[in-house]
């Protein structure tokens, strides 16, 4: 069962950053896509950035120029980093492989932005 694990999450001020990771138990250099998820209290997971195995990206429009994602497929790993954060970027961080999902969701990690 491959087994995610993210971690970078913390406390935060508004304007301030982050740097998420993401570890993957095992390869992805066969996975095509790799996307960052958040989840807000009382709402859904929603994707805000994915990476392809050549190199494509696609932000949600909420994050688009402030949350660059990257990989590194001999690390097993993705990393988002967040620059720039607002109040409403306070969420639970996901990665996961495929459009959609390609695994079992890992715990996540906790990224809060308040003064």
């Known amino acids: 069962q491959v087994q995610l694990a993210e971690s970078g999450g913390g406390w935060v001020q508004p304007g301030g950053s982050l740097r998420l990771s993401c570890v993957v138990s095992e390869s992805i250099f066969s996975i095509v896509v790799m996307g960052w998820y958040r989840q807000a209290p009382g709402k859904q997971r929603d994707k805000v950035a994915s990476i392809t195995s050549d190199g494509r990206i696609n932000y949600a429009d909420s994050v688009k120029g402030r949350f660059p994602i990257s990989r590194d497929n001999a690390k097993k790993a993705v990393y988002l980093q967040l620059n720039s954060l607002k109040s409403e970027d306070t969420a639970v961080y996901s990665c996961?492989?495929?459009?959609?999902?390609?695994?079992?969701w890992g715990q996540g990690t906790k990224v809060t932005v308040s003064s």
């Open positions: 996961n492989g495929g459009a959609t999902g390609l695994w079992a």
